[in-house]
């Protein structure tokens, strides 16, 4: 595993815009579909905006019609971990980087084949890389 990203209050919001502080720092959930990546399909990584892990391929990413951007599963399984979440009277599973501990959103067991998964997860925690296209540049 990656070593931890650690930063102090005053960091964190010096980096983060305030939506973005709110969600990644504070649990917050932002508005559906409001997000920039809610109804994205450029194909690429998304990564955790406060330490640029790797968290979801775009070939992973479906529309779950629930407003907030949903994968299938995690580009890499150590890069998430899960904590139950008993907020607002709920038994959720909260997803967090585990780089960074950055909250992310949650998951669900009601997602699509093959994993069953939907991680429902906020953009404002999330940067978009685009995958360079591997054809520019090829001979003709």
């Not at 009601?110 to 939907?118: K, S, V």
């Not at 978009?128 to 003709?140: I, M, Q, S, V, Y």
Request: glycine share 6%.
């Amino acid at each position: 595993m990656t070593e931890k990203v650690i930063k102090t209050d005053a960091e964190w919001r010096a980096m983060l815009d305030d939506e973005q502080y709110d969600v990644t720092r504070h649990a917050a959930t932002e508005a559906p579909y409001s997000g920039r990546y809610w109804d994205h399909h450029e194909h690429g990584i998304y990564t955790c905006v406060c330490c640029n892990t790797p968290l979801f391929a775009s070939d992973t990413k479906f529309d779950s019609g629930c407003g907030w951007p949903s994968y299938f599963t995690a580009l890499n399984p150590e890069n998430v971990k899960e904590k139950v979440d008993r907020a607002y009277g709920m038994i959720r599973t909260e997803v967090i980087c585990n780089v960074c501990d950055a909250h992310l959103g949650h998951v669900f067991n009601d997602g699509p084949p093959p994993t069953g998964l939907r991680y429902c997860i906020n953009s404002a925690s999330l940067r978009f890389d685009a995958t360079p296209d591997l054809t520019e540049g090829a001979p003709k």
